[in-house]
């Protein structure tokens, strides 16, 4: 267990509507990411963090944004929800073991956009 | 080509069986490879990890990892009903340690 959790698990909202999911961890990692997975495209990076108020984009940026004002949290937006945004939301973290890095995931948030 | 390809499945092996999951590559700079299990409605978890070429052992899981073919397997020895999940493949090497997963591969272990 990484330490990680992401809330809220479960949301529904509209069209249009803006929603945040947040993760959570208490273990100071620095590397933070978050990924939604669909049937047919696997876990895809949407965006990522290095740091305090260092963040990135990943492949599937379009339409999510991302903070972090602190090392435990990190936040993604979807500014204004859509239908193709509707998919199951993974936050990870970034671990040094061994001698390199390594992903754990948190639990997931599951979206329906209506 | 996908970066990181997996056949999608199922694969369908009696209990007791020893289970091979395929995956290929298309980046001749990783230098870094992962499996994860994720069983339906969870979130994935860390089987192995292998980066240097050879096979890796861990339990009942090997790793084999050959850099010059693209190619990373994953062999599960004595598989269980228990084992019956999705395995995604990752390759990581980019920066900020991100990785690139496959799309999975279902695994069904039959009684």
């Known amino acids: 267990d990484a330490g990680i959790t992401q809330s809220p698990r479960h949301k529904v909202t509209e069209t249009g509507t803006p929603v945040t999911l947040r993760c959570h961890q208490t273990?100071?990692?620095?590397?933070m990411y978050w990924y939604r997975q669909d049937p047919g495209h696997g876990l895809r990076l949407i965006h990522y963090?290095?740091?305090?108020?260092?963040?990135d984009k990943g492949e599937v940026s379009d339409g999510y944004s991302v903070s972090r004002s602190k090392t435990e949290d990190f936040l993604l937006t979807l500014e204004s929800a859509t239908s193709s945004q509707t998919s199951v939301y993974f936050c990870?973290?970034?671990?040094?073991?061994?001698?390199?890095?390594?992903?754990?995931f948190g639990p997931g948030t599951r979206l329906l956009v209506l | 080509q996908k970066e990181v390809e997996q056949n999608s499945g199922p694969l369908s092996v009696p209990e007791g069986a020893i289970a091979s999951l395929n995956c290929t590559y298309s980046d001749r700079v990783s230098q870094s490879f992962f499996w994860y299990r994720q069983y339906s409605g969870k979130s994935p978890e860390l089987i192995m990890s292998i980066y240097s070429n050879g096979d890796k052992e861990d339990g009942r899981f090997t790793a084999q990892l050959n850099k010059a073919s693209q190619y990373v397997s994953l062999l599960i020895r004595d598989s269980q009903p228990s084992d019956s999940a999705t395995y995604l493949c990752?390759?990581?090497?980019?920066?900020?340690?991100?990785?690139?997963f496959g799309t999975g591969t279902r695994l069904q272990v039959t009684l």
């Open positions: 963090s290095y740091g305090v108020k260092d963040t």
């Open positions: 990752a390759r990581g090497g980019g920066t900020a340690s991100k990785l690139t």
């Open positions: 990870a973290i970034s671990e040094r073991g061994s001698g390199q890095e390594t992903q754990y």
């Open positions: 273990e100071n990692h620095r590397y």
